[in-house]
C-alpha cells in the first residue's frame, strides 16, 4: 500500500514547470492585419503563473485589448503590438490595450502602437487597473491616442528604460491613488501633453474620491519635446531626482494641487534648460498658456528643491515658490532666466479670491502655526547656497501681500552676478516685500551690467531684519 502512494506523494510534492509559449504555434499571426484578438484570449485562458508567451519579431494587430489578470505573467518578445483605434467613434474613448489588472505582471522588449490619428482617447496602450507588483520595461510605444503608459489606483509599478515617444497626450500618466511607483531610466519625447504627469485627481464625484498619490519616484529619465511641462506631478512623498528636461511649452516641472496638495516632495539634481517656450513641438491643438518656469511649485507644502541645474527659462523664472509653506531652495545653479528664484502671493488674494478651504486645512492643519485669513504662503521659507547669474531681472525675489505678509523667511548665502541684463530701473539681486521675521544675510553680489540698482539687496515692509 505505502508503495503505491509513493508515487503520489511526490507528484503533488513536485514544482511545477513554467511554460514558454510562442504566439504563433497558437493561432496568432503577425502579418499586421489578421485580428488576434480571439486568439491571444484563447492563449492567455491556458497560462499558469510564471509562464511567458512570446511575440516574435512582425506585426501583430488586435481589435480589442489584451487582458492580463491573472499572477505571475510575463509578456516578451520583438514583435509590434498593434492596437486598432477609431477616432471619430466615442465608444472608443475607452481605447484598446493592454489591460493590466493582475499581479506580478512583467510586460517587457515589445513594440506597442495603434492606428490612432488625433487625441480621441482616454488609457494607455499599457494600463494598470488596481494592479499590483507589475514591470514594465524596454519597451517602444508610440501613437497612442492618449497616453503611453497609464497606472490608477495601482500599487508596486516599476516603469523602467522604456522608449516612449509621438503620443497624442502624456508619455507616463500615473493617477488615482497609485502607490510605490519607480519611472526610472525612460526616454520620453514629442509627447501632446506632459512627459510624465502625476496626477492626484479627487473632487466630490463617488467615482473621484481617491487617495492622492503616495511614494512616487521619478529618476534619471530624459524628457524633451512636449508642449506642456518635462513633469507635472502631484501626490505625498514624491522624490524627482536626476532627470534631464528641455524643450517643453511649460515649464520644466511644475509640483501643484490637483485635487490634493502636494506634500513631502524632494526635486534634486535635474538639469533644466530650454524650457518654457511656448512653442507646441507639431501638437498645434494644445494651448501653451501657463507657467513657463524651470521649477514651479504651487499650493504645496514641506518641499526641498535642492542642487539643480537651470538654465534658459527665457519666458520664467529659473525657480518659482507660489503660496506654499516649509520649502527650502537650497545648492541649485540658475542661469539666463528671466528671474533667478521667486517666492510669493497671487496678487488675486489680495483682492478678495479665496482659497480653497479643504486645501488650507491640508497645509496647516498638522502645523505649530497656522496661514493668515484664508491664504496660505510661503511661511518658513529657506532660500540658501544657490547660485543665480545673467538672468533679465531680479536674482531672488521674495514678497507677501501687505495684509497677509510671508512668515519667517530666510534669505543667506546665495551668490549673485550679471543679473538684470534686461537694464530696468528699480530690480536688485536680492529683494524681499512683506516678509515677518525675515533674515536676509551673507548673500554675495558679485555685480554686472544692470540698471543702476542692481546689484542691491533690499526690502520693503518687512519685521524683524537681520544685518546685512
Avoid at 30 to 43: C, I, Q, W, Y
Avoid at 45 to 52: Q, V
Avoid at 114 to 140: H, M, P, Q, W
Avoid at 405 to 410: A, E, G, L, Q, Y
Wanted: some cysteine; hydrophobic content about 35%; overall charge neutral.
Amino acid at each position: 500500500m505505502w508503495k503505491k502512494l509513493l508515487p503520489v506523494f511526490t507528484l503533488c510534492g513536485a514544482a511545477a514547470i513554467a511554460a514558454d509559449y510562442n504566439v504563433l504555434d497558437h493561432g496568432l499571426k503577425a502579418d499586421g492585419r489578421s485580428d488576434n484578438t480571439a486568439a491571444m484570449a484563447a492563449l492567455l485562458a491556458k497560462t499558469a503563473p510564471g509562464d511567458t508567451i512570446r511575440f516574435p519579431g512582425g506585426t501583430y494587430f488586435f481589435t480589442g485589448d489584451i487582458r492580463l489578470d491573472g499572477t505571475g505573467l510575463t509578456l516578451d518578445g520583438s514583435g509590434t503590438i498593434l492596437f486598432e483605434h477609431k477616432d471619430d467613434d466615442p465608444a472608443w474613448n475607452d481605447n484598446r490595450k493592454i489591460n493590466i489588472t493582475g499581479k506580478k505582471i512583467a510586460v517587457r522588449n515589445l513594440k506597442v502602437t495603434s492606428t490612432a490619428k488625433t487625441r480621441s482617447a482616454v488609457y494607455g496602450l499599457v494600463s494598470c487597473f488596481d494592479a499590483d507588483d507589475v514591470r514594465i520595461e524596454n519597451l517602444e510605444i508610440y501613437n497612442s491616442p492618449s497616453t503611453a503608459i497609464y497606472t490608477i489606483h495601482s500599487s508596486r509599478i516599476w516603469i523602467l528604460n522604456n522608449f516612449v515617444h509621438d503620443q497624442w497626450a502624456d508619455g507616463i500618466h500615473v493617477s488615482r491613488g497609485s502607490d510605490q511607483v519607480l519611472i526610472h531610466g525612460n526616454v520620453i519625447e514629442r509627447n501632446g501633453d506632459d512627459g510624465i504627469g502625476v496626477v492626484s485627481y479627487h473632487g466630490p464625484e463617488p467615482w473621484n474620491r481617491h487617495p492622492r498619490n503616495n511614494r512616487i519616484i521619478m529618476t534619471d529619465n530624459i524628457i524633451s519635446r512636449t508642449p506642456a511641462r518635462g513633469i507635472c506631478a502631484s501626490g505625498g512623498n514624491l522624490t524627482i531626482r536626476g532627470n534631464i528636461i528641455s524643450q517643453t511649452g511649460k515649464a520644466g516641472i511644475i509640483c501643484t494641487a490637483e485635487g490634493w496638495i502636494s506634500a513631502y516632495t524632494l526635486i534634486e539634481g535635474n538639469t533644466v534648460f530650454d524650457v518654457g517656450t511656448a512653442e507646441k513641438y507639431g501638437f498645434d491643438f494644445y494651448d501653451t498658456r501657463g507657467t513657463r518656469s524651470g521649477i514651479h511649485v504651487q499650493y504645496n507644502r514641506d518641499m526641498m528643491i535642492l542642487n539643480n541645474m537651470i538654465y534658459n527659462a527665457r519666458q520664467g523664472c529659473g525657480i518659482s515658490v507660489t503660496s506654499s509653506p516649509d520649502v527650502t531652495v537650497s545648492g541649485n545653479r540658475i542661469t539666463n532666466c528671466v528671474r533667478g528664484i521667486q517666492a510669493d502671493i497671487p496678487a488675486a488674494f489680495g483682492t478678495g479670491e479665496k482659497f480653497n478651504p479643504e486645501w488650507l486645512r491640508e497645509m496647516y492643519g498638522d502645523k505649530s502655526y497656522q496661514a493668515v485669513g484664508d491664504i496660505p504662503g510661503c511661511d518658513n521659507l529657506t532660500v540658501s547656497g544657490n547660485t543665480v547669474r545673467d538672468c533679465m531681472t531680479d536674482g531672488i525675489w521674495v514678497s507677501g501681500l501687505k495684509d497677509r505678509p510671508n512668515m519667517n523667511v530666510v534669505v543667506s548665502g546665495n551668490i549673485l552676478g550679471g543679473n538684470n541684463r534686461s537694464k530696468q530701473p528699480n530690480v536688485r539681486d536680492v529683494w524681499s516685500a512683506y516678509c515677518t521675521s525675515l533674515t536676509m544675510s551673507g548673500n554675495i553680489s558679485q555685480g554686472g551690467d544692470g540698471a543702476p540698482l542692481s546689484p542691491v539687496q533690499g526690502s520693503a515692509g518687512c519685521t524683524a531684519n537681520a544685518p546685512r
